[in-house]
């Protein structure tokens, strides 16, 4: 049987009801979320997903900050002790399995995680990495500590911290977390893909969302804003032929360590529980590697 998150899951969006990416891969495993949009948009995203799966802000064009707010609160209103937050633009989320990337259960990937940050006592904040950081045959850990989180991440609704600023909220976010003394988590056993990632030689783009931020000088402005705020933690320099901003060493400073609770006894963990996946084929496999993987797969479960 599969598990299902045991926290709420908020989508902020806008124009996109057309497309919303996450909401139709979280519909095809059966997740619960709610899409939060603005009263101008209801009717559309209603037509597009049903009224019942929509929460919605109470003004209009007040930006991606404050529908962020406004999740956290309504999620802390409702009695939860953490909430999730996901970007629109979503199309799959995956599974590290022998340093491979193989498509997995939305559902299964969220509680996953949420199994693993309940049996520690700080962390505040976490998130998927992006499957365009990891690699086929790459080795890397399960996950980074004390990194940046964006995208799709998971509050601590304890935090007295809100979303501040039109630009990098994400990494200011991370950053006020961290400095508050507590852990942000990056997964790379389970991670995410996003739409406007060239994926098996096929780009895809959805319209909408924040991309006015972006334009112009837009992505130095964002930089030089959040080296405002964080002066002697934050830089800028070039990447990738765009601006860029750098954290200091690389986050690498930051050294806060997981607390275990101590209502847990880790050394009973030694079973790996699946939560119910299963390694099946959904399409057809190209990859040498990966149909090594599923025999032997095949091989060990029967």
């Given at each position: ?40 948009e ?25 529908a ?17 937050q ?67 991440f ?124 299963k ?12 149909k ?11």
């Open positions: 049987m599969i598990k299902h998150p045991r926290y709420p899951i908020y989508i902020p969006s806008k124009g996109r009801y057309g497309r919303s990416e996450t909401a139709r891969m979280f519909d095809k495993y059966e997740t619960p979320y709610r899409v939060v949009v603005e009263p101008q209801v009717d559309n995203y209603a037509k597009a997903l049903g009224k019942d799966k929509l929460v919605v802000l109470p003004e209009n064009d007040q930006g991606l900050v404050y962020r707010n406004f999740c956290k609160q309504h999620s802390i209103d409702e009695g939860h002790e953490r909430h999730w996901f970007d629109d633009d979503i199309r799959m989320m995956g599974r590290m399995y022998k340093r491979e990337r193989i498509q997995c259960n939305s559902s299964i990937a969220i509680s996953a995680v949420e199994d693993f940050i309940e049996r520690y006592e700080n962390v505040g904040l976490c998130a998927f990495n992006h499957i365009g950081f990891l690699g086929p045959q790459q080795a890397v850990p399960p996950f980074y500590l004390n990194t940046r989180c964006y995208t799709c998971c509050m601590w609704n304890k935090l007295p911290n809100t979303w501040r600023y039109r630009y990098n909220e994400d990494t200011d976010m991370s950053l006020q977390v961290i400095a508050a003394g507590y852990c942000t988590i990056m997964f790379n056993a389970f991670f995410m893909q996003t739409c406007d990632t060239n994926y098996g030689g096929k780009e895809s783009k959805v319209e909408g969302g924040q991309q006015a931020v972006y334009a112009d000088d837009g992505r130095l402005k964002m930089s030089r804003d959040l080296e405002r705020q964080w002066p002697g933690v934050v830089t800028t320099e070039r990447k990738f032929g765009r601006p860029q901003h750098k954290i200091k060493s690389n986050w690498t400073k930051f050294d806060t360590q997981l607390i275990r609770k101590k209502t847990i006894d880790f050394d009973a963990m030694e079973k790996i529980d699946e939560l119910g996946m390694m099946m084929t959904v399409q057809e496999i190209k990859h040498d590697d990966v090594r993987i599923l025999k032997e797969y095949e091989q060990e479960h029967g």
